[in-house]
């Protein structure tokens, strides 16, 4: 499928912290759909899905992520990794644009910012699909342990804890996240020029500090930046979110196996529907682009 990100010049806008590179394709006064991406990833897991919804209608954005591409992190706060910052982006983003709401999708990290807007700022979130569902973190609770096998595929939480880790991301940034991808999507046959696609977005300056941060703040291990102090309070009540969503789970994820979604479903208020993706992995927008718009136009439906 031919991406309209091929040939799409970046734009940029100054949000506080960063400098926030992204791709924007529809008209300007089209509704507003912001698509997150996630870690190791980069704004061309959406390729495919802009194709699809680039009806003339939809004005969709996607933004690069701190620490990513050419979004240029500006001062201390801009190099925190934590889930309030990542969440705070992305209302601050569309502040910049002059954007009141708009429907919010993600997946890994894009899919965590997309619920902390969400929960922390409902009127400006029309919409939601996150895959792997409720995805802001219990940071409290980060000390109890997973079952073996699912913190087995979570070996980069623990490498980036250690000086080592955070040598080795500096050093293998492309070859880290090939085997992320590998792991994370054992049924998706990414090819090279997927990744190198990807990997020129980690040679930003502080993609180190992001990623280390985000790991070592999520298991407890960092402080956060005091900017962002009162959010993650707020966040650690794990507040609820009344958009219409519709979360995915995909069904060949090498980490998250799937769930009927019942395990989300009370952090949820408005309407809410659960899809499993069949042989899709972690990078579900990019490995199954149909079933990702679907569920972009299925907020629509939800939220008549």
Known sequence: MTSPLDDVQLQHVVTGPLDVSYAEIGPEGGDPLILLHGWPYDIHSYGPVAALLADGKRRIIIPYLRGHGPTVSLDGAGRSGQQAAIGADVVEFMDALGIDRAVLAGFDWGGRAACVAAALWPERCAGLVSVTGYLIQNIAASVKPLPPT?????????????????????????????????????????????????????????????????????????????????????????????????????????????????????????????????????????EKPQAFADAIIETGQLAK
């Open 150 to 286: 699912i913190e087995a595929g979570l070996w980069y939480f623990f490498y980036f804890a250690t000086d080592r880790g955070r040598a080795g991301l500096d050093a293998n940034r492309r070859d880290v996240a090939k085997v992320v991808w590998t792991r994370n999507s054992p049924e998706w046959h990414f090819t090279d020029a997927d990744l190198d696609l990807a990997a020129a977005a980690f040679e930003n300056p502080a993609y180190v500090d992001v990623v280390i941060h985000s790991y070592r703040h999520r298991l407890g291990l960092a402080p956060g930046h005091e900017k962002y102090d009162d959010l993650e309070r707020r966040l650690a009540g794990a507040p609820t979110i009344g958009a219409p969503t519709v979360t995915l789970d995909g069904g060949a994820d090498g980490n998250f196996p799937a769930t009927d979604g019942s395990g989300y479903a009370p952090h949820f208020t408005g309407p809410y529907r659960h899809h499993i993706v069949a042989g899709a992995g972690h990078n579900l927008p990019q």
